[in-house]
């Protein structure tokens, strides 16, 4: 397959690579690809995601011309920003993007920078005038809970209840542009102190509260401890110093954040086993996933 990927690369772009290594798999194939001593970045997405792809090259474009930080995508040789990889009868959109040279952002330390270019984001993603995918409870919590239904899960009906009881509290929230992955694995911090944002390809019109939520969250995916409802707030403070310069939080979506923080697991849960199967988790992980969830309901109160 990635002999397959460098052989179209080398049709698409003016460019003789000389390599290729898968980094991931998820939602498609990350890859590093070699030119001499250069390094690049490429994606070929799964086939269910086009309309997810296609929509990313869009945002970054725009956040480009108006100035804010985010990786380049290399123009194929037909001055578009991807293009179609045939794959066994399916076509999947592959990008390439330039190779970003910086260092993974301590949120602990730059907490507020983050909070002020996240704001940055927000404001200027205002003034988007394209329609963007939008992400409901559909996305966030019925399709992790009908994937317990149809796993048997002898609770589910708590995660059901739950979920219904989150999204009663967070749909009085603003809505808007969302990043919807944005956590400090997609962003770089460049030489200029900026902070490179990238992976678009969770962005829809949702909640911007969301993506604070999964920046300022201190807990453990797997373990909840009190300590960490404490450590998330403080956090939470220092991040909004710096984004309230440019876009301001109402009292009335703080709460929401911390809600946002418990249906990110369901969101997450979904989204992984959509892409890896079923197989990939047990009913004791469910169980712990669970054990958390009854912990948030209790500290969020």
């Not at 090259?57 to 194929?76: D, F, R, V």
Request: glycine share 4%.
């Amino acid at each position: 397959m990635l002999d397959k990927i460098l052989k179209t690369l080398n049709c698409q772009y003016n460019y003789s690579f000389d390599d290729i290594t898968l980094h991931r798999d998820m939602i498609g194939y990350v890859c590093i690809v070699y030119k001499s001593d250069r390094k690049y970045i490429f994606k070929l997405f799964r086939e269910q995601y086009t309309k997810q792809a296609l929509q990313s090259t869009e945002i970054m474009e725009y956040l480009s011309n108006c100035g804010y930080p985010t990786a380049q995508i290399i123009k194929t040789m037909d001055d578009k920003p991807y293009f179609i990889f045939h794959d066994e009868g399916k076509e999947r959109v592959g990008i390439l993007y330039e190779f970003i040279e910086g260092n993974e952002p301590d949120k602990n330390i730059d907490t507020k920078l983050i909070g002020r270019q996240t704001g940055l984001l927000h404001n200027i993603m205002n003034k988007y005038n394209k329609e963007l995918i939008n992400h409901n409870k559909p996305f966030f919590i019925n399709r992790y809970v009908d994937i317990l239904t149809n796993m048997n899960y002898p609770d589910v009906h708590e995660f059901k209840e739950y979920g219904d009881l989150l999204w009663n509290r967070i749909s009085t929230c603003s809505t808007g542009f969302c990043h919807g992955d944005f956590h400090t694995g997609n962003m770089l911090r460049n030489k200029k102190g900026q902070y490179v944002l990238f992976d678009f390809d969770a962005s829809a019109y949702a909640f911007p509260i969301y993506d604070i939520a999964v920046i300022c969250d201190m807990t453990n995916y797997f373990s909840l401890e009190d300590y960490m409802y404490d450590d998330t707030s403080r956090m939470l403070d220092r991040f909004l110093k710096g984004y309230n310069e440019f876009n301001i939080i109402h009292d009335n979506d703080i709460q929401g954040i911390y809600d946002s923080i418990a249906i990110r697991h369901y969101e997450v849960q979904a989204t992984i086993l959509e892409n890896l199967g079923v197989s990939c988790i047990d009913k004791n992980f469910i169980d712990e996933q669970l054990n958390w969830l009854r912990k948030w309901v209790r500290l969020s109160k």
